[in-house]
């Protein structure tokens, strides 16, 4: 599979975030800070990037050379508007030589998306995928062959990689790319990074000791699904927004101010397992009366439901199938399908309620499977947190099913290795020629 | 009063963060930045300040000469290591010159806290003042009595009063200084610092129309109490930090990566009206079942001393004398006061779990009237959090009463005062003498 030069920086690809660059390399840095400068203004001149990032003209020259030849900038042309002298060429991002793959492990699915440096998708794959019966190696060769497999695509034709980014439903330690806890996966210290950086390496070379493997960064499926909300959703740009996943489990990604929040040791978000009733139903954590246990897209089928849960068990692949069951009860007007919704609704709209109290965010975005759902949840969930809220009108909270599907935390994947690009925190693409004179 | 040469400013000093300045003066930023590096060095030659911000000798030495005429740094001699050549004369902050004074306003009491640059407590007053039933004018003027008199203290003697930092219990739009909404206070739509500033400024005077107020920063008082938490608290400088405030009402002041927690349109923190139970009892909100209803300090002492509460109604000289009578009560064994301590000890757990879910702090502290509760209160809470937390041990989580007292949220106010002067948001002191020659 194409590949990036080296792998040395990924101990610092779990920081999605856009903070200072810490001891990475200043060109590095600055490199990032043009790319970013091009993606906010292009088609643009030199000049201009100098001006937005108070680099020197000079410097600007050189760090663009260097972004042309690694195939990450070009220049477009002639400007419209002509100056006196020489006209200015303009440049844009280089949508046509790299590529970043997301993916996100799910009770029941992997989904696999790769974009390109726009942040456009390449390719979409959704694989259904028992992730709970499988276990965390079985999965690792899963989300290894899937990877390899997009990485052929014929969209991803003479493009390098530049990293893998993972979304896992539970506790990730993302500096080091370990699952801590999921327990409907049924996982527990998972070193995921480190399984699939291993798979992901390239057959054994008897000059260099085998191909690296593209960088992967492993995060909590909701941190990537709100990554995905704030770069390309409905409310993309809302600098205080939650992303609630609507899977078996329900997170919570939270950005304050544009950055993930992710606490003390990385474990923010987990507003599925808030307690809302004493001696309430069981939850997968082995707690009672947990928020996903009332109004986890598992939950809801179940009451949604009843008859088509005879022996209790739920195996992977009926979970998307019932959803559609449920969705057509619910549309000819079942009583007990409708009334499920609602109250599950209800509970949502209590924990939206709770996010709109402590976080004032100013919009809740229900993803996964509570999208085709949100028809019968949301009036409920709406009202609850009318009723809950402390702040008048909710503080101006928008509460809003996504738009991007159930390849919102795998398309974030795909983002956040941009977004690492970017902010200097992956290695950048080899260059692929000598590098050009500087243009003016 | 002493007073600061003007107000321009005021309108960003509710800026408590240390973000960038924005459109602020980049001299009065750089100002900042070399008092906050000779705060963190001191003592300290010019030498290590140019070092640690990265401005040049030059600049350096223009901005101490600036700062030593403002009053606010000091030469402290020569230095202990001796160098070849000119001896370093060694920097520190000027403590004598300044105060910042902060306020909290509660249901039963004013704090007062005057501090100096190095945020060492000048003045502390706790005044027993109902302001729930002063209503927010009268409690205004009071306010601003206490100020004048605070100002007026020997121990003020010839400084220059930077600015009033008053917290309050509940939503404050901290941009305009309005008090949105306080139900504890029966306050709405209170434009709070716009009062002050008309109560604070000098009477009238042909030439300029009436001395100046000082600048007045209005924000909830949690918010304040995390402030000083954060900067002098037991667990000061823990970045991800609670303080829950322990009066009638119950609010989170919230610190992420050091920075106070706003969200969209600064209403976050209010935990107090978690709904915790269905048809639980009444809150001041208006609603049923909010977790301030439940462990609330009133909520506390009407469940602990059931025989205090022969009418019913609470009036504010009684909660100071009631709190000492629980801890009385407790102190011999009282069945009834132990087991009502412990059921919100139980409740208060249950809310700091929901926090260390959703936020994964540090530490979560607990302020005013829990702090002499603590000893019946934390067994249970403690419990609580560690069933309730997802996070294996609840991610490190400590749970401790703050070590500030009741006047954390004043202390907090007068802090940010010297946060916002530092961070070029507020006007500094007029030069006082000459510009001294720039040293080494």
Redesign the interface.
Known sequence: MANTANTANTANTADVGAGPAGLQDVRETNLGLVLRAVRALAPCSRAAVAAATGLTKTTVSSLVADLISRGLLRETGESAERRVGRPGVMLALDHRTIAAIGVEVNVDYLAVVAVDLLERDLVTRHLPFDARAAGPDACARRIAEAVRSVAADPALRDRAVIGVGVGVPG?VDSPTGTV??APNLGWAHTPLRARLTELLAGPPDAASGGAAAPPVLVDNDANLGAVAEYRSGHRAR???LVYLTGEVGIG?G?L?GGEL???????????????M??DGPACG?G?RGCLEALAGVEAVLRAALPDRFPGGALTRADLADLVSAAVERAEAGDPVAVAALRRAGGWLG?GA???V??????AVVLGGYFVPLAPWLLPACRAAVR??A???DA???VVEPSVLGLSAAARGGAMAMVDALEGGRLPLPAPRAAVPAAGG
Chains 1, 2 share one sequence.
């Open positions: 506790l801590t806890r809302t600098r205080d919570a939270v304050v929040l992710r606490g003390s040791s990385g474990f923010a978000g987990e507003i599925g397992h808030t307690r009733v004493e954590c707690r209590r309620a709770l996010l109290n402590l976080l004032n965010p100013g009723d809950l402390f702040a008048p503080a101006g909270c």
